[in-house]
């Protein structure tokens, strides 16, 4: 009996040594790993007239061991560095940090930059600028700025380009990168703002601010802009998820925002934190998160901009694609893009768009229409007024457009309102942003009487497209 398990017993001694080894190995290296600072409110106090930046690189060559890094590293032969001036450099930038906390976030979104392309990823650790009172920390955003212009302008004298700067600003240190721009005439690459922070911002001055004349090219995701966020554009192009506000998944909490001036700050911040989240799963490349240009939320729900023909191509597509995928010169600036996501990663939604027309009502009325795929229904109500017979509206849905099969009409309203039967000219359904090459999948000419559910399978067209 005792044999069968042989091998397996091999096998976990040789995981068991395995580890001894690689474990050994770790250990020696994590001595010299450098890590973000961890101040305690005491040194806190103590350093508070000084910023103590400190920087943090990290490579393909070392994506889990990060250098500490200063401009003496590139030239101590002593002390190597794996900073190449020939390749691309991303910095990364915290916006404001609790007392105590390293935001784990941060090796998070390196490793996911160096998995998307070879570059040296630089993160500025200003936990000392970045820690307490929110209005103190404003005020220490554009030392900090000047602080990282010194260190960039020592990269350039060892051979890199501003071109080749992409700054990453989470919060706050979207301003923090914003002003580095200015500092540099706008001559840095790019800089991509993850949900820049709003509360002191939003009314400043572009001097003050993340603007697009901070970088040849500025992206920005908004996901919290009614309370910590900004709610106004800031790059050449700014994609608002899920209107920018509200973000699906993240629980109300209208106290979060007192939260912000004390150091339990903490993690009730998931609708601010979900721009990174959205950004670092782009970086994966799993799924498109495009956004449609349109110049307001409410216009975009109800299916008034359905294609991104001012781009003239493609629509614009969250992640490190060269301005965004836009390929028309000028690029614009402060265009409001908008999508819809799902409340978990990879967070891309198909964007289905259900158009009604429906023959003159004498009482108002309403209909639920359900969409069916092989494993789920979704339900969305339509309130039916008599001055209205055009009903447009877009919805997130999990599955393409050719993976619903059916679809479902309800004339619900009979007890609050009277409108007997629903006369529907025509109900069409299509996927945005649309491609002249699809045709909307449409029934024509149908009447639903109360009380009596119509429905309607379509042939399955995944495929032929
Ligand atoms: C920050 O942490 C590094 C180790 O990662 C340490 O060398 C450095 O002295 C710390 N800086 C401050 C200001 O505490
Ligand atoms: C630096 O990067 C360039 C471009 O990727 C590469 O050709 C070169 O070998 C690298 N140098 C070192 C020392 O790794
Ligand atoms: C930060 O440091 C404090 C005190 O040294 C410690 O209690 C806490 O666990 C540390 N936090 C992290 C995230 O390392
Ligand atoms: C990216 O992909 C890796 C592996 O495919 C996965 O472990 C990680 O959780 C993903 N990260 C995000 C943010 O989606």
Redesign the pocket.
């Known amino acids: 009996m005792a044999w069968e398990h042989q091998p397996v017993l091999l096998c976990v001694l040789m995981v068991y040594v395995t580890s001894l080894v690689v474990g050994a190995e770790q250990r020696q290296d994590d001595d010299e790993c450098a890590d973000l600072n961890n101040t305690t409110w005491q040194e806190y106090r103590q350093q508070r007239a000084k910023l103590q930046v400190q920087y943090l690189l990290l490579t393909r060559a070392n994506v889990d061991c990060a250098r500490a890094f200063d401009q003496e590293s590139l030239t101590d032969a002593q002390k190597p560095s794996y900073f190449n001036a020939s390749r691309p450099t991303k910095v990364i930038i915290h916006g404001y940090r609790a007392l105590g906390s390293k935001p784990s976030w941060v090796k998070?979104l390196a490793r996911?930059l160096l998995?998307a392309q070879d570059v040296n990823v630089v993160v500025v650790d200003w936990v000392y600028g970045a820690s307490f009172a929110y209005n103190l920390v404003v005020e220490n955003y554009k030392e900090v700025a000047v602080q990282i212009s010194v260190l960039i302008n020592q990269l350039q004298t060892h051979g890199c380009r501003l071109e080749s700067f992409h700054f990453i600003g989470v919060s706050l240190g979207a301003h923090v990168a914003g002003f580095v721009g200015t500092l540099f005439e706008g001559k840095i690459g790019r800089i991509t703002a993850l949900d820049p922070a709003g509360p002191m911002f939003k009314g400043a001055d572009t001097f003050d601010r993340l603007d697009p004349s901070d970088a040849q090219f500025v992206d920005a995701i908004h996901t919290d802009s009614d309370y910590f966020g900004i709610s106004i554009p800031v790059g050449h192009v700014d994609f608002f998820l899920n209107g920018g506000k509200d973000q699906t998944g993240c629980a109300r909490s209208r106290f979060a925002s007192i939260l912000v001036y004390f150091p339990v700050y903490g993690y009730v911040i998931c609708d601010h934190m979900r721009a990174l989240?959205v950004y670092?799963?782009a970086?994966?490349g799993?799924c498109p998160l495009v956004g449609i240009p349109c110049s307001s939320y409410e216009d975009f729900l109800k299916g008034r901009c359905v294609d991104c023909d001012v781009f003239k191509g493609a629509c614009p597509r969250i992640g490190l694609s060269e301005n965004s995928g836009i390929a028309i010169s000028p690029i614009p600036k402060e265009q409001k893009l908008f999508l819809l996501t799902s409340s978990s990663?990879?967070f891309c939604a198909h964007h289905i768009l259900l158009e009604m027309e429906v023959s003159p009502l004498d009482k108002s009325a309403e209909v639920e229409v359900t969409l069916r795929t092989e494993n789920l229904g979704k339900e969305q109500r339509l309130r039916l007024q008599t001055d209205t017979t055009v009903y447009r509206t877009v919805m997130a849905y999990s599955v393409a457009l050719c993976e619903i099969y059916s679809i479902e009409l309800k004339n619900t309203g009979a007890r609050f309102y009277r409108q007997g039967d629903v006369h529907v000219k025509s109900v069409c359904l299509s996927e945005l942003p649309s491609l002249r090459r699809e045709e909307p999948l449409c029934v024509n000419n149908i009447n639903i009487r109360r009380g009596a559910p119509w429905s309607h399978d379509f042939v399955q067209v995944c495929g032929l497209f």
């Open positions: 998070e996911a998995g989240h670092m799963s970086l994966n799993s990663p990879p």
